[in-house]
């Protein structure tokens, strides 16, 4: 497996709640967010999955070394905030809804055949 599908399922593995928003409003809610629904995805589904999966892959390494070294959970917070916004912000471009991203990335998690399917999708897009 290629570096870069490696850092694909590790964003993808990273962001299945889209970081701080789910747990933002869990929080100031007292309310837990549904878990999201393993869904099977058609055809263009995984094609928009895969070009969502790179940009939401590239936000969580651009932001990965700000959280590291951010001086106090506050500060924590409002990076995760940014980063929650710009990854659902390219996922809906896509034409997917954050529940359906979160739903194939649990697909992916179960199923190998899947998984490879996505796999193969990004390789032919870079």
Not at 43 to 71: G, R
Not at 92 to 97: A, F, H, K, P
């Amino acid at each position: 497996m290629t570096g870069k599908v490696k850092g694909f399922l590790a964003a993808a593995a990273i962001s299945m709640g889209l970081t701080a928003g789910p747990l933002a409003f869990a929080q100031t809610t007292g309310a837990v967010p549904p878990a999201p629904e393993i869904i099977q995805p058609t055809e263009q589904q995984i094609d928009q999955y895969a070009a969502a999966a790179q940009q939401v892959a590239m936000i969580a390494a651009e932001y990965q070394p700000k959280l590291e070294s951010a001086n106090n959970d506050d500060q924590r917070m409002q990076l995760m905030q940014e980063a929650d916004e710009k990854m659902v912000s390219k996922v809906t471009e896509r034409g997917l809804s954050v529940e359906d991203y979160n739903g194939i990335s649990l697909a992916i998690q179960q199923d190998d055949q899947l998984r490879q399917q996505v796999e193969s999708r990004i390789s032919t897009m870079q």
